[in-house]
């Protein structure tokens, strides 16, 4: 299967720190080396890197080690192929557009016979289950609101579509639109919400360590979601099967 990592916070911040261990999966750590992407929201733009080399060999992950982009989400993907071939254009996080906004997907599962009709102009560039979903989702979301609804109204109807998803198989997924990110579990999924008094945190793959109390503001919180937890001495809390969550502001709001 593949790795999901995704952060949400109430200001600008890097994720450096947690991208140096999940990258470490891309082929070190674990054999997720079939391509990589991460996309950064910045106010109402977006950063988007994809690449189908494995993580720890690409130029452009080693990149976004060492580069501090500010966001306050972020969405980030390590893929290992179970449908479509291994190109750029399978590479996940997805990104479309929908009421003015951009949204970024990202997928670790696999969904047997799940390929809805699609409608309207979302539809996929690849041929992988994920992206294909994605499309699906835009689409539906699309037909239930005329326009943007509220974060907790979206909550609501991504819950009730995702019911119709989980049946075909695995899918722990992650979703932005820039205010705010949703995640779905099925197996495995993680979360850590940081704030004051912060700690000490040492990533389990790789030998690096960061006092967070040195980097942050006592407002600061962040919310860091990830498929297998990337620090080991932190308390990480798992996602029951079946369950959507969304985070605003550094917080679980549900």
Request: glycine share 6%.
């Amino acid at each position: 299967m593949c790795q999901l990592l995704g952060m949400n916070s109430n200001t600008p911040t890097d994720v450096t720190f947690s991208f140096k261990g999940f990258a470490q999966r891309g082929g070190n750590t674990a054999d997720h080396s079939d391509g990589w992407g991460i996309a950064f929201f910045e106010d109402r733009g977006l950063r988007h890197f994809v690449d189908h080399l494995p993580a720890v060999d690409s130029p452009i992950a080693d990149l976004i080690r060492r580069y501090p982009i500010q966001s306050r989400n972020v969405i980030a993907h390590i893929r290992k192929a179970t449908q479509g071939v291994v190109a750029l254009q399978n590479c996940h996080p997805f990104v479309r557009e929908l009421w003015g906004r951009y949204w970024v997907f990202a997928h670790n599962g696999d969904l047997k016979d799940f390929r809805p009709r699609l409608h309207t102009h979302f539809h996929p560039v690849g041929n992988t289950d994920s992206e294909h979903v994605f499309c699906w989702l835009m689409q539906e979301l699309a037909k239930s609101h005329a326009c943007l609804p509220p974060i907790d109204e979206l909550t609501l109807t991504l819950k009730e579509l995702t019911r119709y998803i989980a049946p075909h198989g695995t899918f722990n997924c992650l979703l932005s639109n820039g205010e705010a990110l949703w995640a779905h579990a099925t197996t495995q999924l993680h979360y850590i919400e940081r704030h004051h008094p912060f700690s000490e945190a040492q990533l389990s793959d790789e030998d690096v360590r960061i006092d967070f109390a040195k980097e942050t503001q006592p407002t600061d919180r962040v919310a860091i979601i990830v498929t297998a937890p990337l620090t080991n001495n932190e308390r990480w809390t798992a996602f029951n099967s079946g369950e959507l969550a969304v985070f605003a502001d550094g917080v679980r709001r549900s």
